[in-house]
């Protein structure tokens, strides 16, 4: 394994927070209606990346050859993509990254698929794919530098002295899970679909992938979302409605 060599510079940082009783996620894309264009293979959609972070986890933001380094977040990637198998049948590959293993089983979390008409549909199956435990490692020195001025000028030079002040090697850890939900319906997915919206949550966190169907971006809220909104349901409530209804 090769030597990462850097300054280690500790920073305090001030986070802030909000307290709630449901984290929710959100991502999108928009692209063209897989099946406006004939294709002789499987039409797949765009990924939807949800990059989140944990303030545990964290990892050297420079990592090459010499440098002052902070910490930052590891980049925590939850994927979500489709393969329209039919008019009536879609396959949702859905990837979760968490320092926790059970967060990370991706078939311990309910999903539901809504449409730009508001119709709702459940997985008929919930097919695992991968659970992977994925660790990092890194190693470094703390270095004494050379300034300008005393002890308070600007860094001029960097002493090869890390041997006087041992480090133990970094590392953190994470789980990746991923699996598919397959729904099926007659004519699920056809091409006036404007838009499709997966939500996968469990109790207190969701996540929500949209896709949205159109040559070119559009702002606003997919139109799904509006629908939930026209109810006077917050996104919360009407995702965590689901779930209990579902147990």
Partial sequence: ??????????????????????????????????????????????????????????????????????????????????????????????????????YAEVTNWKAVLIDDQGRMYRPETVEKRLHKHVVRMWDFEQRSVRRSHGTRGKIVAINDDGHLRRQHMGNLSVFRGKADFVFYHHDIFTPRIKSMTLLVGRSGLSFSFTWRFADKQQPGLPPSIIKVKSLGLRHSDFFGSWLTAAR
């Fill in 1 to 102: 394994m090769g030597r990462l060599h850097i300054v280690a510079v500790f920073v305090v940082a001030t986070l802030s927070t909000t307290v709630g009783c449901h984290k929710r996620f959100s991502g999108a894309v928009t692209q063209p209606n897989p099946l406006k264009a004939p294709v002789d293979t499987l039409r797949i959609s765009e990924k939807v990346t949800i990059v989140t972070g944990d303030m545990e986890l964290k990892i050297p933001r420079n990592q090459d050859g010499f440098a002052l380094t902070q910490s930052g977040r590891y980049p925590l990637k939850n994927v979500a993509n489709f393969t329209v198998v039919s008019r009536d049948r879609l396959r949702f590959h859905v990837q979760l990254e968490h320092k926790w293993p059970e």
